[in-house]
């Protein structure tokens, strides 16, 4: 379902009881998650909400951490990439 790319890992973090990937790693386009998996059949998550969630959790403050959502939605021609960094100074769109 997913495709993992270098320090990927699964574990089960009792603090929310549920199973969770623990990525790893300096170079992030080295350490990443693509879902789906790009060589397989599926092309669509079947996600049916209004929302999504994602839950982040950098190890220590100083430590980098950014990570990208590209969706490709039906109704629109073209898809959306929404960044989030503590990289970044300041809000943009």
């Not at 060589?39 to 929302?51: D, E, F, I, P």
């Not at 999504?52 to 403050?61: D, F, M, N, R, T």
């Amino acid at each position: 379902m997913n495709k993992r790319q270098g320090n990927v890992v699964e574990a089960f973090a009792k603090e929310i009881g549920r199973k969770v990937m623990c990525i790893n790693g300096n170079i992030s386009a080295n350490n990443f998650i693509q879902m789906p998996n790009p060589t397989s059949m599926t092309r669509t998550l079947g996600l049916t909400g209004r929302y999504l969630y994602l839950q982040a959790k950098a190890p220590i403050s100083s430590v980098p951490l950014s990570f990208h959502i590209d969706l490709n939605l039906c109704d629109r021609s073209h898809g959306i990439r929404i960044s989030a960094s503590n990289l970044y100074k300041q809000v943009s769109t």
